[in-house]
């Protein structure tokens, strides 16, 4: 099993809609989730993080944890053509390990 | 601002030469991390530092080594070049706080 898991995609939605993006992972132990969006031949930047259960929200990204479930998901709400990108989900290993574990990556499209 | 620096850009490698990708960062991060990706796939862990002299392997550590003599550098050794290691390589360091990881701009590798 991997440690970190996303469909590939590609996602593709409407102008103006809500995508959203799902991961999961396998330690249980993880304590730290990130979102990173990479367009093609670029390095990745970060969107944002999480730590807790529940929601966090960033401007027109909401970022949303369930421990229990392992699962962390990415909401991009009035989605824009300038979104179309690759959504790679992150995690840190459980405490002590400093791994710093990357998923596949979820290839987005939104259509104009 | 030159953050995490990674050389050479692009290289291209015959079966079986050798060669190391440099990093260099100047933000006095202890965590470093070599990533490797594959053509529409996300990031794959090589290996990674979390200070001078403390290295250890992370997902894909077959093929490579590493060594960390300083805070600053983190080199990747490719001995035995193979077609399997044609990819795009990223180096990135993270602050203490892990909030954050930076990436340097990409080396892209091809073996022929």
């Known amino acids: 099993q991997k440690e970190v898991e996303q469909n590939s995609g590609p996602l593709s939605v409407p102008e103006g809609a809500i995508a959203s993006l799902n991961c999961t992972y396998s330690d249980r132990g993880s304590q730290s989730f990130f979102w990173y969006r990479q367009y093609s031949g670029k390095s990745p930047e970060l969107i944002m993080f999480?730590?807790?259960?529940g929601d966090k929200e960033d401007g027109r990204f909401t970022a949303q944890l369930n421990k229990a479930s392992q699962y962390v998901s990415l909401l991009i709400r009035d989605s824009q053509p300038s979104d179309s990108a690759t959504y790679l989900c992150a995690v840190i290993a459980t405490s002590g390990t400093y791994k710093y574990i990357f998923g596949t990556g979820t290839r987005l499209k939104v259509l104009a | 601002n030159a953050g995490v620096t990674q050389t050479p850009k692009f290289r291209i490698l015959k079966i079986g030469q050798s060669m190391t990708l440099q990093c260099a960062q100047d933000?006095?991060?202890?965590?470093m991390y070599w990533y490797r990706q594959d053509p529409g796939m996300g990031l794959k862990l090589i290996y990674y530092?979390?200070?001078?002299?403390?290295?250890d392997k992370g997902e894909v550590p077959n093929g490579y080594n590493v060594s960390r003599s300083t805070t600053e550098d983190f080199p990747l050794r490719l001995e035995l070049a193979a077609p399997s290691q044609t990819s795009v390589y990223f180096c990135?360091?993270?602050?203490?706080?892990?909030?954050?990881?930076?990436f340097g701009e990409g080396s892209w590798l091809t073996v022929v």
């Open positions: 999480i730590y807790s259960n």
């Open positions: 990135a360091s993270r602050d203490s706080t892990g909030n954050t990881i930076y």
């Open positions: 530092s979390v200070g001078a002299g403390i290295t």
């Open positions: 933000m006095n991060h202890n965590y």
